[in-house]
């Protein structure tokens, strides 16, 4: 049974940050709260925990995972920037947005589009899932927590542990988190395309 930390919403607890970042370090999965609902997560090299995210949501090999970074200058070790995406992107975190850019070469192969060498990002306006990347180091590797056949991610770690104790290691809660999901907007050609409405207003990108 995965192992359970509650923290506090606005200054969780260093210590159980901490633990949940040894189980990462470990080669451990978990689901975190974000902004915009639970993730996985897991660290950059551990491919097993790649798969084990695929597996529970049922994804294929042209999914996109998407980098959560602590702030903009860990961001920008991971992905090309043009100056006009820059100052989009810039302008835009941290909050519920998801942006889909060309992958430095700081991206495991496993980890990008297999063909369009692409890589999704974001940074998180959330106290725990900061502290938790902070902590970390370095990116965590992340997946909505969006289950086949449901259709909203989900948002309570107590149900998060009953239907999904015995597949991930640690849940890690702080009550109240985002319902809605990212909106996603893809910079890998010179326009930008929303290729999902979410939280974050659309209407900057278009």
Not at 35 to 44: N, P
Not at 55 to 75: N, P, Y
Not at 128 to 152: H, I, K, N
Request: proline content about 8%; aromatic content about 6%.
């Amino acid at each position: 049974m995965a192992r359970y930390y509650d923290v506090h919403p606005r200054n969780p607890q260093p210590r159980s940050i901490r633990q949940v970042v040894d189980v990462l370090r470990s080669g451990g999965l978990i689901a975190y709260p974000t902004d915009s609902g639970f993730a996985l997560g897991c660290t950059l090299g551990n491919k097993r925990g790649m798969e084990r995210i695929r597996a529970l949501r049922d994804l294929d090999s042209r999914h996109h995972f998407t980098l959560v970074c602590r702030d903009f200058a860990q961001l920008g070790q991971f992905v090309h920037l043009s100056n006009t995406v820059f100052r989009a992107v810039r302008a835009s975190v941290p909050g519920p947005y998801t942006f889909i850019l060309p992958a430095t070469r700081e991206v495991p192969r496993q980890l990008a589009h297999p063909k369009k060498r692409t890589v999704g990002a974001r940074i998180p306006d959330h106290v725990t899932a900061r502290a938790l990347v902070t902590e970390l180091g370095e990116p965590l590797v992340s997946s909505t927590l969006l289950l086949p056949g449901d259709e909203e991610p989900m948002t309570d770690g107590w149900e998060i542990r009953e239907r999904l104790g015995h597949l991930v290691d640690v849940v890690l809660d702080s009550g109240d988190c985002g319902t809605e999901p990212t909106t996603v907007v893809d910079f890998s050609d010179d326009e930008p395309e929303v290729v999902r409405v979410g939280a974050g207003d659309p209407a900057r990108f278009t």
